[in-house]
């Protein structure tokens, strides 16, 4: 089983900073990267996904690809209590697309 | 644009006993994925379906899980007997295939006495 790698946290951060969650992963061909977002007791919430080497903007949210560095990360900016939860980062292996998931980081914006 | 559907929300039951799960996919979505979450735990793939066939259930338990997808729409999941360690929560999930992000629905938690 390939290994999806989070630091569990927790990750604490004021109200209006950015918020750094950070993912490696062992399987060199894996092709897609996805973050999640879940609240205590809910169901994953789709965040991000990533493709490409590089970096991809969706309003607060950046996730950043390395492939080389085997590295994904996501970055929220002016984080906000709301966004307290666990983020999964979620990557499908070299052959087939089931994810493999992360254990997950567990992120407080404090007010 | 409705989500994945799944009942029940929660099940109780007693080791030994049978429990089944229901999954409603997203309209048009060909992939569904069943996964189970631990507490504390990453979801961990169980089996996944590509319209009605099994591409891959390399994970599942066969010796006590089953699933089946008939009609390439619902899903069920089921356990026959259940153990004590199979108490987590049972996610469903659909994509319209290929590397396209899945989303998943509420999910079903299981508690066995």
């Known amino acids: 089983q390939k290994e999806v790698e989070q630091n569990s946290g927790p990750l604490s951060v004021p109200e209006g900073a950015i918020a750094s969650l950070n993912c490696t992963y062992s399987?060199?061909?894996?092709?897609?990267f996805f973050w999640y977002r879940q609240y205590s007791g809910k169901s994953p919430e789709l965040i991000m996904f990533?493709?490409?080497?590089g970096d991809k903007e969706d309003g607060r949210f950046t996730a950043q690809l390395n492939k080389a560095s085997q590295y994904v990360s996501l970055l929220i900016r002016d984080s906000q209590p709301s966004d307290s939860a666990t983020y999964l980062c979620?990557?499908?292996?070299?052959?087939?697309?089931?994810?493999?998931f992360g254990k997950g980081t567990s992120l407080l914006v404090t007010p | 644009e409705a989500g994945v559907a799944q009942s029940p929300r929660y099940k109780i039951i007693e080791k030994r006993q049978s429990v089944a799960f229901w999954c409603n996919p997203i309209?048009?979505?060909?992939?569904l994925y069943w996964y189970q979450q631990i507490l504390g735990q990453g979801p961990k793939l169980l089996i996944q379906?590509?319209?009605?066939?099994?591409?891959?259930d390399s994970q599942l338990p066969k010796d006590r899980f089953s699933a089946e997808r008939l009609k390439g729409v619902d899903s069920t999941l089921k356990i026959q007997p259940a153990k004590l360690e199979d108490s987590a929560v049972y996610l469903c999930?659909?994509?319209?295939?290929?590397?396209?992000?899945?989303?998943f629905g509420d999910g079903t938690r299981l508690s066995i006495l």
């Open positions: 309209s048009g979505h060909a992939t």
């Open positions: 399987d060199r061909g894996s092709q897609s």
């Open positions: 990533i493709y490409s080497n």
């Open positions: 979620a990557v499908t292996p070299n052959s087939g697309y089931a994810l493999n």
């Open positions: 379906f590509q319209n009605n066939g099994v591409v891959d």
């Open positions: 999930a659909s994509s319209l295939g290929g590397s396209q992000p899945q989303h």
